[in-house]
């Protein structure tokens, strides 16, 4: 029996690391940070470039990652909220009687960036059934103070590209939140990926 066990677990390692070029890392015929960079079977929607930008933004940065539950490579403070887990970014805004209110909100738990990663939420819409669950009960009102948000408070300081064909390209966008001073300054308005995705979602959801 212990044989048996042994052989079937031999066979499953063997099979993931050939399956996933996990064995050229090993054998250094691929850079760590190459290898990290590309789409694996088990390693889908790659944000290794953003956490290697993120990991040189100052020492009490803190991200709040929608999207994605993943954080292994990030040497930041980060929250991520997991795939059967409503999206801590979603919380706090079911919280906000307005976009300033949202803002504090972030603020008082100290964040300083947001990050979305697209591929990551369109996978996820694809595979899994509790998507609908994550962004469920998103009115009117919360999308409005969101647009407005979005158009005040953020500026886009990263965007990770992932190496698929233009149709279907999807990245990771890093937003720093900007400070009161710098809101209320003239600055360039951020594309809101949030909505489009935020309309899939639904979709699913009623489907």
Not at 40 to 48: F, N, Q, S
Not at 163 to 190: D, G, T, W
Request: with cysteine; aromatic share 16%.
């Amino acid at each position: 029996m212990i044989l048996l066990l042994a052989s079937h677990n031999f066979c499953y390692t063997y099979n993931i690391w050939f399956q996933t070029d996990a064995w050229m890392v090993f054998t250094g015929q691929k850079n760590r940070d190459v290898y990290l960079v590309e789409t694996h079977k088990t390693y889908p929607a790659p944000y290794y470039q953003t956490a290697v930008y993120v990991n040189n933004l100052p020492i009490n940065s803190k991200i709040l990652i929608v999207g994605d539950a993943r954080g292994l490579y990030y040497k930041r403070d980060y929250n991520a909220s997991s795939v059967f887990d409503k999206q801590h970014f979603l919380k706090l805004l079911e919280k906000a009687k307005g976009s300033e209110s949202f803002y504090n909100n972030l603020k008082k738990e100290r964040f300083t960036h947001i990050l979305f990663n697209i591929m990551e939420i369109y996978r996820l819409i694809r595979n899994c059934d509790q998507v609908k669950i994550l962004y469920e009960n998103v009115d009117d009102t919360e999308i409005s103070i969101l647009k407005e948000f979005w158009n005040k408070y953020l500026e886009e300081v990263n965007v990770e590209y992932i190496n698929l064909p233009p149709k279907n390209r999807r990245f990771v966008i890093l937003y720093k939140l900007l400070s009161l001073e710098e809101a209320n300054q003239p600055h360039e308005i951020p594309q809101n990926y949030f909505l489009p995705v935020f309309d899939k979602l639904k979709v699913k959801a009623v489907n």
